[in-house]
C-alpha cells in the first residue's frame, strides 16, 4: 500500500475534529480504521513496525491520499524523527487555537475525563507542567495535562522544522472555519486534490460533554492503567487486533459520553493576565515567522 501522506497532528481542543470530518467525506482521501492510531508516539506501538502501521489503512484505495490524525504528535518529541524516517515527504496540516482559549478548554477537558482532580486550579495545572514534562508518565498523560505547553505554538513548530521543509506544513487557524469555502480551498490546494464539493455532511464540534463514567474513560484512554498493563501482558496480540479491528472501543467511547455538557468553568481575569504573559513571547515570534496572528 502507499506510504502514508498526511498527518494531522494538533494541536488538540482546535477543530481538528471538525477538519477530520471534512477531509473523511472527501473523494480522494482515506483515514485509518480508527481515528488515532499512536504508532509514533507510543513506543510499544512504534515497535511492531510499518505493517502494524499500515494494518490501518488495508482497505484504502491505491489512488487515495492516505491520512492520519494523532494529537500526541504535537508536543512528543520522538515522533518528528520517526516520521521523517518512515517518510521524509510527509505533509501536515495544524490547527491553532487562540492559545489561552485553547489552553483553558484542555483544563475543562483535563477534569471532565479524569486527567485531573477538580480541586487542581487552573493556573496550579501550569505550575506543574515543567515537572509533568520532564517525567516518565508517557506522552498520553502529557497531551492532556500540559495544555500550556501546547499552546505554544512557535516552539513546537520550530521543533517539527528541524525535521521537515515549511512548505510541507499547512497552518490553519480554528477562526478560519468561519469561512468554509476559503478553509477548504487551501487544504485542497496544499494536498493537490480536487476541490471540496458536494460534500453534505452534519459538523459536529468536539465539545467538551460530561462523560458517564470516569474510570471508563480513564481505561479507553489512558494506556498506563493498571488494568490496561494488565491486559496487554496477557491477551494475544491476534486477539488485540481483533477488538480493534471490531470497532468496539470507539462504540464504548461513544456510549460512555453523555448529552449533558459539561458546566462551564470560568476563568478569572487574574487567569487571564496571567496566561497572556505566558504566551506573549511565543505569540511575537509566531508573528514575525510565520505571520499567524491571534
Not at 477531509?23 to 509514533?40: M, N, R
Not at 505550575?127 to 497531551?143: A, C, D, M, T, Y
Not at 477562526?175 to 486534490?193: G, P
Request: hydrophobic residues 35%; glycine residues 4%.
Amino acid at each position: 500500500m502507499n506510504k502514508i501522506q498526511l498527518i494531522i497532528p494538533g494541536a488538540g481542543r482546535s477543530g481538528t475534529t471538525t477538519l477530520y470530518s471534512y477531509l473523511e467525506a472527501h473523494k480522494d482521501i482515506c483515514f485509518s480504521k480508527i481515528k488515532e492510531v499512536h504508532y509514533f508516539s507510543v513506543q510499544e506501538l512504534y515497535e511492531r513496525g510499518e505493517e502494524y502501521y499500515h494494518s490501518f489503512w488495508k482497505n484504502c484505495d491505491n489512488t487515495k491520499k492516505n491520512v492520519a490524525a494523532d494529537t500526541y504528535l504535537f508536543i512528543d518529541k520522538k515522533a518528528p524523527k520517526r516520521i521523517a524516517k518512515y517518510n521524509p515527504k510527509m505533509k501536515f496540516i495544524i490547527m491553532l487555537r487562540e492559545p489561552v482559549g485553547r489552553t483553558f478548554s484542555g483544563y475543562n477537558y483535563a477534569i471532565n475525563n479524569g486527567y485531573l482532580k477538580k480541586e487542581i486550579s487552573f493556573l496550579q495545572s501550569i505550575k506543574n507542567e515543567e515537572k509533568l514534562l520532564n517525567s516518565n508518565i508517557g506522552i498520553e498523560v502529557q497531551n492532556n495535562l500540559c495544555n500550556a505547553y501546547q499552546s505554544l505554538y512557535y516552539e513546537n513548530i520550530k521543533y517539527w522544522l528541524n525535521y521537515f521543509p515549511k512548505e510541507n506544513f499547512l497552518f490553519l487557524k480554528t477562526n478560519e472555519l468561519k469561512s468554509i469555502d476559503t478553509f477548504l480551498r487551501k487544504i485542497s490546494d496544499f494536498l493537490n486534490i480536487t476541490e471540496f464539493k458536494d460534500i453534505d455532511i452534519e459538523i459536529n464540534s468536539n465539545k467538551a460533554s460530561v462523560v458517564k463514567s470516569k474510570k471508563m474513560q480513564q481505561l479507553l484512554l489512558n494506556r498506563n492503567t493498571t488494568s490496561r498493563k494488565i491486559f496487554r501482558k496477557i491477551v494475544p496480540q491476534s486477539v488485540k487486533n481483533k477488538i480493534i479491528n471490531s470497532g468496539i472501543i470507539d462504540k464504548l467511547y461513544k456510549i460512555n459520553k453523555s448529552e449533558k455538557q459539561l458546566s462551564k468553568l470560568k476563568i478569572s481575569e487574574n487567569e487571564i493576565e496571567f496566561v497572556e504573559k505566558y504566551f506573549a513571547k511565543d505569540l511575537e515570534l509566531l508573528d514575525q515567522e510565520f505571520n499567524i496572528k491571534f
